[in-house]
């Protein structure tokens, strides 16, 4: 199983960017699935969005547009790029990674997760 490292969280003014990264460990890597999700203080853990060990991706409404999930399995890194950011896309940004049976939106399916990076977006 792989382990998963966040990073590239923190504070940005409405309209900005910001880009998060997720390391992982294990050879492995390329054959998973891996999402991104969040989490705002007081409301359940939200899907954002997903690429399977094929590329292929989707997203979740809120975000489409503006987000955009890419992976490198050489550098065994799955990043999320955020641009146009408004204060509701205040979360944890967690990144997980899904052994078996290509990407989804339901955070059960998943059996890898990091611990999470804090993104704010003010006003």
């Known amino acids: 199983q792989v382990q998963l490292v966040e990073s590239g969280g923190g504070l940005v003014q409405a309209g900005g960017s910001l880009r998060l990264s997720c390391a992982a460990s294990g050879r492995t890597f390329s054959t998973y699935a891996m999402g991104w999700f969040r989490q705002a203080p007081g409301k359940e853990r939200e899907f954002v969005a997903a690429?399977?060990?094929?590329?292929?991706?989707f997203y979740a409404g809120s975000v489409k547009g503006r987000f955009t999930i890419s992976r490198d399995n050489g550098k065994n890194t799955v990043s999320l790029q955020m641009n146009s950011l408004k204060p509701e896309d205040t979360a944890v940004y967690y990144c997980?990674?899904?052994?078996?049976?290509?990407?989804?939106?339901?955070?059960?399916?998943?059996?890898?997760w990091g611990h999470g990076t804090q993104v704010t977006v003010s006003s």
């Open positions: 997980a990674g899904r052994s078996s049976g290509g990407s989804s939106s339901i955070p059960q399916a998943y059996d890898a």
């Open positions: 690429i399977g060990s094929a590329y292929g991706t």
